[in-house]
C-alpha cells in the first residue's frame, strides 16, 4: 500500500515537486465560496500561481480554504467549514478589516487583498520568498507524519504547528446561486487543518514532532498533500511550511 513506504519531501531545501531550481515555500490562502461570482477567477489565479507561473524564486503552497457565510444564499458549497470561517474572521482581527470578504487571498500570514489582484500575489509571493524562513522538512510512516524544523528565526517563539490536508483536481457542476449552470474546478482545497503542536523558545532554532493524521475514505490519495506550517499566535506571520505529496 502507497501509505506504508517513507516519503521524504524536502520541499523547505527548495525541492519543489521535482523542480530543478532551488524555490522557497510560500503559503497561499484563498478564502472562497462556490457560492459567489466574484470567486472563480482568483480559484484560477491560485491555480497558476501554484503551478509557478509568475514567481521564480518560490513554491506556493496553495490552500483553499471554503467559507460557510455564502452557504445561505442559494448554494451550498460541499468544501465549506465552519473551521475555515473563524479561520478567516482571526485574519480580519488582524489585518483591522471592516470584514471578511470573498476572494481573499492572504501570503504567508502577512499581506491580504482581493484574492483576483494577480500581479499584487505575485508581488507579496516573490516578497515572502525573500524573508528568513525555517526549513521544514516532512517524512510520512503510516498513518503518522515526522515533522522536524531547522533554523527557526529568532522571533518564532510562539507558533502553532498546523497539518492541513489539501486536495486538488476537484470539480463542482454548481446548480443554484450565483455561479449556477457554472462547472467549478478548484486546487488546494483545504480538507482538514488542525495543530498539532507548538513552538515555545525552541532550542537551538530546531523543532521536531509527530502527528497522526486522518484521511477521509472520499478523498483521492493521488491528489491529496500534507501541508505543515508554523504560524505565530500572535502576529499570523508564517514562519516557515513544507508539502508532501500523498503518491
Partial sequence: MWHKFVLWFAVSAGLAMGAAQPATPVVVELFTSEGCSSCPPADLVLERLEAGVGVPGAYVIALGEHVTYWDRLGWKDRFSADVFTKRQEDYTWQFRTDSAYTPQMIVNGQAEFVGS??????REILKAAQAPAAKVDLA????????????????????????????????????HGENGG?????TGVVRSI??????????DGNYAAQAHYHLD????????????FLQSRKTKKIWGAGAIALR
Fill in 117 to 122: 489582484d494577480e500581479q499584487r500575489a505575485r
Fill in 140 to 175: 510520512i510512516t503510516g498513518d503518522m507524519i515526522n515533522i522536524k524544523t531547522t533554523g527557526l528565526p529568532a522571533g518564532a517563539k510562539d507558533a502553532d504547528v498546523l497539518l492541513a490536508i489539501t486536495e486538488s483536481r476537484l470539480d463542482t457542476d454548481v446548480q
Fill in 217 to 228: 475514505p472520499s478523498w483521492k490519495p493521488e491528489n491529496l498533500k500534507l501541508v505543515v
Fill in 182 to 186: 457554472r462547472k467549478l474546478r478548484h
Fill in 194 to 203: 488542525a495543530s498539532v503542536g507548538r513552538i515555545d523558545n525552541p532550542k
